[in-house]
């Protein structure tokens, strides 16, 4: 059988297999999320291409091949059906989508609009946040995104504020991420905003959201919280962060089409980010009105709900326990290699399936961008170069759910063989 045929009939069999399924126990979640037969199955459900081994999926996740299918129709039916569609029925059936995924965080559905990805959700957040004041100070980290960080940066201007950048501890633990964000606010007691960012893009770290909310909270200081990256790659509540303003992707982890992202406000804060633009009065509580993306592809929206219904299918315990696993199996292979740093703590709270490494002391992104192209032209595995993490640029590892433990242990006695 050749691997076309194989990817359709096995993703035909656990398509039926999956929809059947009643919900599972979690003794039932524990054993597949370790049976190697299922996760053979779920594979199946993804057409990868052959010529490389993909450990990139922190970029964007690829849809799996119901989803796939699922865009399809709906890119034919937007295209057949058009303004005739969009002016009438859209409105229903986005409201329905924001109904599921409000149900799904356990917040409000009027707390909740979709943007075009987690930039535009984020840029409307800490550009429209209102609350600040001349000589004020805002709080940023080094393994923020970007673009977020540019974003701060430009408060200093826009609303005359001191910016402040600071550097999070490397190795990081648990105890020193959140005491360099309480000796951050303890040094700038003007402080009223921080970003956080829940997964670094740079190491796959997992920021203690919640204790640092706290702490902010207790200090009368707001968080805007970056989630482009966790949503969807692990378990958490997203109700127990704590947290009043925040910026998600679903095209990540939770596996839609390109192009959707989503923006939350706490109700009783509306008010504190600003509408765009002016865009229907400064009173106004709706929170529609935070963003404007202009026309959406509306057969990536209308997508949202196969892509939840895959994932749910599969539960997001067993999600996490498989990308923590596909981790930890690159992760122990090279652990005892002397010639490696792990830049990720090895701590469970603070990673799920990301996690960056270098070579000891090749801290240029040269250097590692040359890593990287080896692992992909003489090993045909696929990684990312990442720059501007404290001491030094690195190697991104990503993997999915279309990865399999043997992928990760070829990542692992590749690195292995070039150190030796
Ligand atoms: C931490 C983080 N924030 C924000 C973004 C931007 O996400 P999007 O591409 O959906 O705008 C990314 C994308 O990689 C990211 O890694």
Redesign the pocket.
């Known amino acids: 059988m050749n691997r076309r045929k194989f990817l359709q009939s096995s993703a035909a069999m656990a398509t039926v297999a999956m929809a059947n399924r009643p919900l599972m126990s979690l003794a039932e979640e524990i054993r597949l999320a370790n049976d190697e037969n299922f996760w053979k199955i779920i594979r199946a459900q993804y057409e990868v291409t052959d010529d490389i081994i993909n450990l990139e999926a922190g970029y964007w996740g690829i849809m799996s091949i119901p989803v796939t299918q699922a865009y399809m129709r709906n890119v034919h039916f937007v295209n057949q059906n058009s303004s005739y569609y969009v002016r009438r029925k859209y409105g229903q059936d986005y409201n329905a989508i924001i109904k599921r995924l409000a149900l799904k965080l356990g917040v409000r559905e009027d707390e909740l609009v979709l943007t075009r ?3 535009e959700a ?1 840029q409307s957040l800490i550009n429209g946040y209102n609350k600040l004041k001349p000589g004020d100070s805002i709080i940023y980290a080094d393994l923020d ?1 970007g673009s ?1 960080q540019s974003e701060m940066r430009y408060l200093e201007k826009y609303r005359k504020v001191t910016v402040v950048k600071i550097n999070l501890p490397e190795p990081a633990s648990y105890e020193n991420i959140i005491a360099a964000y309480e000796q951050a606010l303890n040094d700038n007691p003007k402080c009223k905003m921080i970003l956080l ?1 829940h997964v670094s ?1 740079r190491t796959g770290l997992i920021t203690p959201v919640k204790e640092i909310a706290a702490m902010a909270k207790a200090r009368g200081v707001d968080v805007i919280l ?1 989630a ?2 966790s949503w969807g790659q692990f378990d958490f509540d997203f109700q127990s962060l704590g947290v009043d303003f925040v910026g998600f ?1 679903l ?1 990540k982890w939770i596996g839609v089409p390109l192009g959707v ?1 989503l923006l939350y406000i706490r109700k009783d804060r509306i008010l504190d980010i600003d509408p765009l633009r002016g865009e229907g009065g400064p009173d106004n509580d709706n929170v529609r009105t935070r963003v404007h993306t202009g026309t959406m592809n509306f057969a990536a929206v209308r997508t949202i709900p196969a892509a939840l219904d895959f994932r749910e299918n599969i539960g997001i315990k067993n999600i996490e326990k498989r990308l923590r696993s596909l981790r930890n199996q690159w992760v122990d292979g090279v652990i005892d290699n002397k010639k490696v740093e792990i830049l990720t703590p090895q701590d469970p709270r603070m990673y799920a399936g990301i996690t960056s490494f270098r070579l000891k002391g090749k801290t240029s992104y040269e250097e590692n961008h040359a890593l990287m192209n080896k692992l992909t032209d003489d090993y045909g595995i696929f990684t990312v170069a990442i720059r501007d993490i404290y001491n030094g640029a690195g190697i991104r590892v990503s993997p999915s759910l279309y990865n399999s433990r043997e992928d990760a242990d070829k990542l692992a006695a590749a690195i292995n063989q070039i150190t030796s």
């Open positions: 990805n987690a930039t984020l995104y977020m960012t893009n970056d482009a990256h992707n095209h992202g």
